[in-house]
């Protein structure tokens, strides 16, 4: 048994893969995959962007349908839908398997929307209903406009991955719209919220190219030795707050309607500064009800010399110095978020509008 599937077994962790493109379903890569252990998929307007305009892989299709008369917006939209119905197909054994926990494929709005909430309910709503399987999760930013349109998603019994959390009163406000939704969907006469998935996906490595750079313009020996450790501990915060929300009588009323705790993702788990350990932010955030989504290089070095250990919750009080100090030294870590979440929506909007610029370049010459 190799160690994604120790990180599930014994880590009470499920590792899901960052990546999605056809040559992964063509080839037999995807599935080799989850034979390793990946339990889930996740894809954003980045990813396909690289995987559409990197590749031939989608030109065929891409003229089949400007031929019968589609707008390359439609066909981009039904060359994604198609890769997400494949990838379900392969994930379905292991949402089986897991009787729904795992075995989920992400699918993410248009990224134009993220400040506007009913564009985003409708476009949400619209890819539930186009795509139809259990195991979809439709990704929606968390940004102030996309908290409602979350909570409004959940309150109709639809799967959701809130993604772009880079705080942890964000984060709060994603948990209560999660409860406040399955609230409303149970009133309505749902009687079993089993069906209802959702992650939280908080944002990991981003932060700490962030802060280390504002922490080297401070300079002081003090703030130069809280380099590389803000991220980790800002996320064990977020998961002493996701223990205390998911517990107690509110969410126990739910729960006896078989709902299932809206877990904490991890998100953006690559390390991007060389100097720190490739796995960090693997190792340092493993406990149960999380799900680490990694890209290939950090899967494949963590697969190879990852540590499986309960990590998250080791010592609160040590993140909670952590975050107290870097504040102390002068890092606004409520900027740091808003800073992260406006540069999140704009390179998710960059990639969306530029692949929508290369097919139409392709079209042109069809």
Do not use: C
Not at 80 to 95: H, K, M, N, Q, S
């Amino acid at each position: 048994m190799g160690l994604l599937h120790d990180l599930h077994e014994n880590g009470g962790q499920s590792p899901w893969l960052d990546n999605l493109r056809r040559g992964y379903l063509r080839s037999g890569e995807l599935q080799a995959y989850v034979d390793r252990g990946i339990r889930g998929i996740t894809s954003n307007p980045s990813i396909f962007q690289k995987a559409i305009a990197d590749s031939d892989d989608y030109d065929e299709q891409f003229g089949s349908l400007l031929a019968g008369g589609a707008s390359v917006d439609d066909a981009y939209w039904r060359m994604v839908t198609d890769d997400i119905g494949e990838a379900l197909d392969v994930l379905r054994p292991v949402y089986d398997g897991s009787d729904g926990v795992d075995g989920y494929v992400s699918v993410e709005v248009d990224p134009g929307l993220a400040s506007d909430t009913d564009g985003t309910i409708q476009s949400a709503r619209h890819l539930h209903e186009a795509i139809d399987a259990p195991n979809v999760l439709v990704k929606i930013p968390a940004t102030a406009e996309g908290v409602p349109a979350i909570r409004t998603m959940l309150a109709e019994g639809r799967s959701i991955n809130v993604t772009l959390i880079f705080s942890i009163d964000r984060y709060a406000e994603v948990m209560e719209a999660y409860l406040a939704g399955l609230e409303t969907y149970a009133a309505s006469g749902a009687e079993d919220l089993s069906k209802v998935a959702s992650v939280a996906s908080f944002f990991i490595s981003r932060v700490d190219t962030e802060v280390d750079n504002r922490l080297d313009a401070i300079g002081t020996d003090e703030a130069l030795a809280l380099r590389g450790k803000v991220a980790v501990a800002q996320a064990q915060l977020a998961y002493q707050r996701f223990q205390e929300v998911f517990s107690g009588p509110r969410w126990e009323a739910l729960a006896a309607k078989g709902a299932r705790v809206q877990r904490p993702l991890w998100a953006s788990t690559s390390t991007k500064n060389p100097d720190y350990p490739d796995t960090l932010y693997v190792d340092t955030l493993i406990g149960p009800d999380t799900v680490n989504t990694m890209p290939e290089a950090t899967l494949e070095a963590f697969d190879d010399h990852g540590t499986v250990a309960r990590t998250v919750d080791a010592d609160f009080a040590a993140a909670q110095d952590v975050v107290d100090r870097v504040s102390a030294v002068g890092v606004d870590l409520d900027e740091v978020a808003r800073v992260l979440e406006d540069e999140g929506v704009a390179a998710f909007s960059k990639s969306f509008d530029e692949l929508i610029t290369t097919l139409e370049a392709k079209a042109a010459e069809l």
